[in-house]
């Protein structure tokens, strides 16, 4: 059970974002592309739990100071050995360097998200600015790795949506961090403040509804009653950030919402329909 909480099968939802090309490009009609863009989830999966459990033992010391992560994580609290946790991370890579034969061109991608965390964990989680950055651009490579799973071109849009929806995300993240446990939790939160991270966010959740809006009104102008959800989903998560103290983990907060997670899901059911209607 310790080295399942290790794995952090609950960030998993994360790397629904592998999917975004499936539904946009209406491949989802494919057997075989739905094959090839499940084979990616997993596969980032795979390279996501190598890439928390990383963390997790270059941060040992730390997390067992951390009044949180002492108790939650595994390797903090003692629940798994330190041993036991690197024999699951080479069984992990070991995971992906067999992929590799499988799907190559999506492998590669991997590659960059694990250079991408690897230098994050070491050096780039300590600048302010990059941090943020280093988090919205494991989304960015998430999409393009459903995009090169499927062979399909997609939409500068889609990436541009994408980096801004995942910056207001982590600058959330960063500002639910300050709140709770101040500068401590982190080296880099002494270079931010609450109202820094506000604005950031502000920005980031402007810029994700104005590209997404444009996204669909210029490549699939069939989606445009979806921006409401979109707007909707936003409004309801920033809500969950002020008044029910949420957003420090995006996953929590969407399985704790019924809200939240039922605009996600009308949101794909309307987009799924539209797209059949035009396909047909």
């Given amino acids: 059970m310790g080295l399942l909480r290790l794995m952090r099968p609950k960030q998993w939802v994360k790397n629904v974002f592998v999917l975004a090309p499936l539904l946009f490009t209406g491949s989802f009609l494919d057997f075989y592309s739905v094959k ?4 990616a989830v997993v596969l980032f999966c795979v390279a996501s739990s190598a890439t928390s459990i990383l ?12 009044p949180k992560k002492s108790q939650s994580r595994p390797l903090a609290s003692g629940q798994v050995k330190q041993p036991q946790a690197i024999g699951l991370l080479i069984i992990l890579y070991a995971i992906l360097a067999l992929g590799y034969f499988q ?11 694990l250079a991408l965390n690897l230098a994050y964990t070491f050096v780039l989680k300590h600048q302010p600015v990059i941090d943020i950055f280093c988090i919205a651009l494991g989304f960015v490579l998430r999409v393009y790795a459903g995009a090169v799973a ?34 401590e939790g982190r080296k880099v939160l002494a270079h931010y403040s609450v109202s820094l991270v506000d604005r950031y966010a502000q920005m980031a959740a402007i810029g994700a509804l104005l590209f997404y809006s444009l996204f669909v009104m210029t490549a699939r102008p069939e989606m445009v009653m979806t921006i409401p959800f979109v707007l909707y989903g936003l409004f309801r998560y920033w809500f969950i950030v002020e008044t029910l103290d949420g957003g420090e983990s995006p996953t929590d907060a969407l399985f704790s919402d019924w809200q939240l997670f039922l605009v996600i899901i009308i949101w794909v059911g309307v987009c799924i329909w539209t797209l059949l209607a035009t396909l047909n």
């Avoid at 799907?103 to 998200?113: F, G, L, S």
């Fill in 103 to 113: 799907e190559p061109k999506v492998i590669e991608v991997i590659i960059a998200y």
């Fill in 55 to 66: 963390n997790d033992i270059h941060d040992i010391e730390h997390d067992r100071k951390h």
């Fill in 150 to 183: 499927l062979t399909v071109p997609v939409s500068s849009w889609m990436f541009v949506t994408t980096l801004c929806l995942a910056l207001y995300l982590a600058a959330i993240k960063r500002r639910q961090e300050l709140l709770s446990s101040g500068t």
């Fill in 36 to 39: 090839k863009a499940i084979l």
